[in-house]
């Protein structure tokens, strides 16, 4: 048999999962509503609805609240949340005294990761930082089960950054910035779960690294460059090679060839207006003054 805290237990349990049931009409019956209460909570419930009677009209001010479009309302009367869920947009009404109210605005909210000191799977030290978009998905979660869901997940989102990129090396966060985003994303919307949070995208930023791998990784690049720029430069000279050879090879097989293309070298550089000209001189004609 449960003993009686066991007991005690199980019914506060039950009463929050309660909470997690939005109302499909948003408006519960009095009985339901003041269940729970005790004969105290009642006596003073129809001690306040007797107030606000006696007061009308001015007790009219004081009970009927507005919300906006973007906000909902938990009522709590004699410290318990009222069954049904959130109330809004619009009107609703409180009994004086006994209910209270805290406002929840459920629109997209927007904050900055501050640069995280992160020190990678391949030891490097790197500072990133991020943005994350979440809104209330649920008010009475968000009121009920932690005292600030802004700042609670503002820090889930630090050590969650922080987690992620202990597990990646220097060159997947540079180059996996969309899957470390979706993986932070899918962690804290499951632990925002029961805040009733709803994580809707995380990106990150920046990522800076420190001056003297700047300096090293300029430094490999530009001598990566420099190889590349050699490699083809060698391809470029042999292919001028091997062209130079074919040519040759045509030229020896008519010699008036040559002199073509002597005289084509000749109409080049007059054309260009050059005071001095250099005529090429075929070997052979020296071979008559060759004196053995």
Known sequence: MPSEHETVALKEQDRLAGLRRPSIHGIEDTEESDSGLGVCGWLLVLLSRILMLVTLPISIWLCIK???EYERAIIFRLGRILPGGAKGPGLFFILPCTDSFINVDIRTITFDI????????DSVTVKVDGVVYYRVQNATLAVANIVNADSATRLLAQTTLRNVLGTKNLAEILSDREEIAQSMQVTLDTATDDWGIKVERVEIKDVKLPPQLQRAMAAEAE????AR???IAAEGEMNASRALKEASLVIAESPSALQLRYLQTLNTIAAEKNSTIVFPLPMELL???NTR
């Open 66 to 68: 507005i919300v906006l």
């Open 114 to 121: 501050p640069p995280q000191e992160v020190l990678t799977k």
């Open 223 to 226: 001598a990566t460059r420099e």
């Open 229 to 231: 720029a050699k490699v």
């Open 287 to 289: 071979q008559g003054f």
